[in-house]
């Protein structure tokens, strides 16, 4: 079995590009620096894993992530090889991303980003469909449990 699960924030934009052909598909590439759990003489360590999605999961990164982001990565590892420029064999690791979702909400991303200017990126925009909190979520109307059929 090869799945991984990764919670971290990105350190840069993803990096987004289109293949060619008449049926483009998107395909984003981001770093996730990863809190490991255990500190060395005190210090946090992380570590840095390369991700890489396609399609749609692709498109939502591009649309809706930005460096310094909390977000959490489901997957599989994928190796691989490829001879660089000088003549010498590179091989590399990845995460290929299945599954994605953010790991915080909009307001603790900001406040993250305010206390960290150097990892800071313009925060995406996002059509709430409803009024939000001062929290970041939705608040549900009153009257609204009549409704589900789940009561």
């Known amino acids: 079995m090869n799945k991984v699960i990764l919670m971290g924030r990105l350190t840069r934009d993803p990096e987004v590009r ?43 990164a591009e649309k809706y992530y930005r460096q310094g982001l909390k977000i959490v990565v489901s997957g599989r590892i994928q190796t691989g090889s490829y001879t660089n420029r000088d003549g010498q064999k590179v091989y590399t690791t990845e995460v290929v991303v299945e599954e994605q979702e953010f790991a915080e909400s909009k307001s603790a991303s900001d406040n993250y980003a305010a ?12 059509p709430a469909p409803g009024a939000a909190s001062a929290d970041g979520f939705m608040n549900i109307p009153d009257g609204i449990d009549e409704e589900l059929p789940f009561n």
């Not at 620096?33 to 894993?49: K, L, P, Q, S």
């Not at 206390?115 to 996002?126: D, E, G, I, K």
């Open 115 to 126: 206390s960290h200017p150097q990892t800071s990126a313009p925060a995406p925009s996002m």
């Open 18 to 60: 289109y293949s060619a052909g008449e049926n483009a598909l998107a395909i984003a590439r981001y770093t996730l620096a990863v809190d490991r759990r255990f500190r060395r003489d005190g210090e946090a360590t992380a570590d840095f894993i390369n991700c890489v999605s396609f399609g749609r999961t692709a498109e939502f």
